[in-house]
């Protein structure tokens, strides 16, 4: 399986930015970024998702690198809420039936 | 987005006896379901990988005999953790796949297993 490194952990002021590194070198071709997070005692969430070109939706934008061995996770504009454990994996696109493994993630805090 | 809901969200049940964990799709069909299991202050563990109408393919050192899963349809997965015993306490979360070029993976609110 492609493997991605993060951060153990990561702090962030309320309502300032948050930029969430992600690194996978060996990233393949028809693997796709993506993004969950997991609120305490919850399932993940899906966050967001891509595969060569940056995107945006209403909870936060993906920065893909152009040789896309690293990406980065940007929040906005942090609130409370947003504390959790954000995880970066990688999903072959070609079928449904691949495997979607977890590392160990990056746990956020906000400070208020 | 998509809808998993897991049922139910928390159980306590004897040692030595079943439980059985059912997962949904609401709104759609996933052809592949995966559950996890997941310890305190650790990232989610895969357990296996069930495909609708054959058996689950199991991760290493998961027992098949003790974590019977069932993928009966195409919106209907099942986890039932037989003669459960204290150490299987843990946050169990079912997780699917749309039926569809999309990637995403949809995950249920989890349920936690507490064996006394």
């Known amino acids: 399986d492609a493997k991605t490194t993060q951060p153990n952990s990561m702090e962030s002021n309320e309502e300032e930015p948050v930029h969430l590194p992600c690194n996978h070198s060996?990233?393949?071709?028809?693997?796709?970024i993506h993004w969950y997070r997991q609120l305490p005692s919850q399932g993940p969430e899906y966050v967001i998702h891509g595969l060569t070109s940056n995107v945006n939706n209403r909870m936060a934008s993906l920065a893909i690198a152009e040789d896309r061995k690293s990406s980065t996770l940007i929040l906005h504009r942090a609130t409370l809420r947003d504390a959790a454990v954000y995880y970066c994996i990688l999903i072959e696109g070609k079928t449904s039936y691949d495997k979607v493994i977890f590392g160990p993630g990056t746990s956020l805090s906000v400070i208020p | 987005g998509a809808v998993v809901s897991q049922h139910p969200s928390r159980v306590i049940c004897k040692s030595g006896t079943s439980v059985k964990i059912e997962c949904r799709s609401l709104d759609f069909q996933a052809t592949t379901m995966f559950w996890y299991r997941q310890f305190p202050k650790q990232s989610l563990m895969l357990m296996a990988t069930?495909?609708?109408?054959?058996?689950?393919?199991?991760e290493q050192g998961v027992e098949k005999d003790k974590f019977l899963i069932n993928h009966a349809s195409l919106t209907l997965s099942t986890l039932t953790v037989t003669s459960a015993h204290p150490e299987d306490s843990s946050f169990y979360i079912c997780?699917?796949?749309?039926?569809?070029?999309?990637?995403?993976?949809?995950f249920g609110q989890g349920t936690r297993l507490t064996v006394v």
């Open positions: 997780s699917a796949r749309v039926r569809t070029v999309r990637t995403e993976a949809f």
């Open positions: 069930s495909n609708e109408g054959s058996k689950a393919t199991y």
């Open positions: 060996t990233i393949s071709g028809t693997d796709y």
